[in-house]
């Protein structure tokens, strides 16, 4: 009778957390990771979630990518209200959200989505997990937008390499308050992207407050981080 694998274990990366983000999970923070990590796997098998399995790999491009562009939310002088708001738009297998939510315990994030099957994924794993300051929505950006429910409801909204940072922006805006931030994720950025997103980004009654450029700790890939606030 072949012996059945052992599960695959994230490294800790204790002091990789604290240099680049200045913040490092709790133990609890830390087994929600690894039990996300586990459930991510297996989810794999039926619905392809990510090319990304590796534990270091996974580390990096799941969970440090999705922490990196909120590291200033997450110290304690951040400013940030504990209610704070947050949708994550075209979550996919629950990127950056998932992450964000584990490490801002007193924001609630949705996961937004416009295919079923994660989403039920989803709704099951945030069970399995008991994280209870998550919550998912099944449908295009462009529509749930207009809802009342969800218009001019968030203080952030996130989106990772979802499209264009253009059509990123304009999906983002309708979701956010007055005020509210839309944090782009971006790999590839050039001068032409970003001066098309200053065009967008008057047109729809938006300041770019900020673009952040920073590699990653361990494969040392470029990524971008585009910061566009609601101005009215």
């Not at 989810?43 to 440090?64: C, M, S, V, Y």
């Not at 039920?120 to 749930?144: S, V, Y």
Request: with cysteine; proline share 6%.
């Amino acid at each position: 009778m072949t012996e059945p694998h052992p599960p695959q274990v994230l490294p800790q990366m204790t002091d990789v957390w604290q240099q680049t983000l200045h913040w490092q999970p709790t133990a609890t923070q830390q087994q929600l990771f690894q039990s996300l990590y586990q459930l991510i796997l297996t989810g794999n098998a039926k619905l392809n979630l990510t090319r990304i399995t590796d534990p270091i790999a996974f580390w990096e491009k799941h969970l440090w990518d999705s922490l990196r562009p909120i590291a200033p939310l997450l110290t304690d002088d951040a400013g940030t209200p504990n209610n704070a708001r947050m949708i994550d738009i075209g979550t996919g297998a629950g990127f950056p959200g998932l992450p964000v939510a584990i490490a801002l315990t007193h924001s609630s994030v949705t996961l937004l989505d416009a295919t079923g099957k994660k989403i039920a994924f989803l709704q099951t794993l945030l069970a399995q997990m008991a994280i209870d300051n998550a919550t998912t929505a099944i449908g295009r950006a462009e529509t749930i937008g207009q809802q009342p429910r969800d218009r001019a409801k968030y203080d952030f909204a996130l989106l990772r390499a979802v499209a264009t940072a253009t059509v990123c922006l304009e999906y983002a805006l309708p979701f956010l308050k007055v005020g509210g931030l839309a944090i782009l994720y971006r790999g590839h950025w050039t001068p032409a992207e970003a001066e098309a997103l200053a065009g967008t980004a008057e047109a729809l009654g938006a300041c770019i407050e900020s673009t952040v450029t920073f590699t990653t700790p361990i494969s040392h890939a470029t990524r971008h981080c585009l910061y566009v606030r609601k101005c009215d």
